[in-house]
């Protein structure tokens, strides 16, 4: 009998330099590979925002990337998958970091380790030993290894439910234009909608009548990114008219605010 399906994280950063395509890109690259080889279907991948320090040596923005995994296969054969790829893969002069967990087994230490990683200078050493005491893979594959740190901090920011953006869903990069709320769940599973308050740019809290419904409508331009918010892909909007008829129109929030994320 055959393992059950279950979810796998597979963190990657610092595969890139300033010439060739971001960690991002190679993440999606990775989880189509992945999925050609038989080894599960990609669920999303999402970018996790890290401390900007001059100490810490990075490409451009500092962030790294995690795979989500739906997946029978053996673990060890999802790791040499990634790493192969990543070998193969990574750009001349990168410091690529690779690690992969089985959700079950991500421990409240791998999830402080990537808040921690959002706000403090962490230690090459101090990933080894949170990883190696959670019984988490974590390799590093060129240079200094120093990805090793980001990888493991997306690996338990992503576990946390509650940080980053969707970079990759299945079908979001062909959403375009004005769709209903039920067609945006049905084409790339995006599951909550959020409503956001103009003049803070927060969460607002309301009534789920003044949320979102299944028939209304959203804008959401060119340039769909959903948040991870309660573990779930979740779009931040915006109204933009009273509700007529039991519909009403919603436009998602500024680039920049998503950027946040």
């Not at 690529?96 to 991500?106: D, F, Q, T």
């Not at 959002?118 to 080894?128: D, F, P, Q």
């Not at 990069?173 to 067609?183: A, F, I, K, M, P």
């Amino acid at each position: 009998m055959g393992n059950l399906p279950r979810v796998i994280y597979v963190g990657i950063d610092d595969t890139d330099n300033l010439e060739s395509r971001g960690t991002g890109r190679q993440a999606r690259s990775l989880a189509r590979e992945l999925e050609e080889a038989g080894l599960g279907t990609a669920l999303g991948v999402t970018r996790h925002q890290l401390l900007v320090d001059s100490r810490i040596p990075y490409t451009s923005h500092n962030s790294s990337a995690c795979l989500t995994l739906l997946s029978d296969a053996d673990v060890d054969d999802v790791v040499r998958a990634a790493a192969a790829f990543i070998r193969r893969a990574a750009a001349p002069g990168s410091d690529p970091g690779l690690c992969i967990a089985e959700a079950y087994s991500v421990r409240d230490t791998v999830v402080a380790f990537g808040q921690r990683a959002k706000s403090e200078v962490l230690t090459m050493n101090e990933a080894a030993k949170v990883a190696k005491d959670s019984g988490i893979h974590l390799s590093g594959h060129g240079g200094t290894n120093g990805g090793i740190i980001g990888a493991l901090a997306g690996v338990g920011l992503r576990h946390s439910g509650a940080d980053g953006r969707f970079l990759w869903l299945p079908g979001i990069r062909e959403v375009r234009g004005v769709l209903s709320v039920e067609d945006l769940t049905k084409r790339c599973g995006i599951t909550q909608f959020r409503r956001m308050d103009v003049a803070s740019d927060a969460l607002s809290d309301v009534s789920n009548e003044d949320m979102p419904a299944p028939h209304d409508t959203v804008d959401v331009e060119d340039w769909c990114r959903p948040v991870l918010l309660d573990g779930e892909p979740t779009l931040l909007v915006l109204p933009v008219t009273p509700r007529v008829a039991g519909v009403r129109r919603w436009h998602i929030v500024d680039r920049d605010v998503i950027k946040k994320y």
